[in-house]
């Protein structure tokens, strides 16, 4: 896939299945992060919307969760898929979400468990064939689910990540 169609991917499918839960609104903002020198000092800019992106560029992804409902909601999931030509480097710095707890999935959205991650693999010991638990690499990650306790009526929640483009 050409990387100028990456953000139009990753708005249409990250957003489609996040806004599976009707009173919940979302708004994904897509930037690309540059390092900078100002003054002397190393620091980030973020570039909303970048039209073009290459491999190797990082973005960065941010979701406005807000509740339009005339309740507070109780555990709201929020799941955002990794796209394929992406990998997941980290959480978006200064974006926490207090509120939410923070879960992958490292097979397509079907199951979600708290970082580490861990897998089963068959490796050959003493001439036979064991099962062991390994860690998952982060970049093995293909979707980010947060499940917020608490969703206050129209009162809005940040949630994000990092990613880089393959």
Not at 21 to 43: F, H, I, N, W, Y
Not at 44 to 63: I, M, R, T, Y
Request: no cysteine; proline share 8%.
């Amino acid at each position: 896939m050409p990387h100028h169609r990456l953000i139009a991917l990753l708005l249409t499918a990250g957003l489609a299945s996040a806004q599976a839960v009707s009173p919940v609104r979302l708004s994904l903002m897509v930037s690309l992060v540059e390092r900078v020198t100002v003054d002397g000092k190393a620091t980030e800019v973020l570039k909303a919307n970048p039209g073009n992106v290459l491999p190797g560029s990082e973005l960065s992804q941010v979701v406005t969760v807000r509740n339009t409902a005339a309740k507070t909601l109780l555990n709201v999931p929020v799941t955002l898929p990794l796209p394929k030509s992406t990998v997941y480097l980290a959480p978006e710095p200064g974006v926490s979400a207090v509120a939410a707890h923070t879960e992958f999935s490292a097979n397509g959205g079907k199951t979600f468990a708290p970082a580490p991650l861990k897998k089963k693999v068959t490796v050959t010991e003493n001439g036979k064939a064991v099962q062991k638990d390994v860690e998952v690499r982060p970049s093995e990650y293909t979707s980010v689910r947060w499940v917020i306790s608490e969703l206050r009526i129209n009162e809005p929640l940040k949630l994000g990540y990092r990613v880089q483009v393959r």
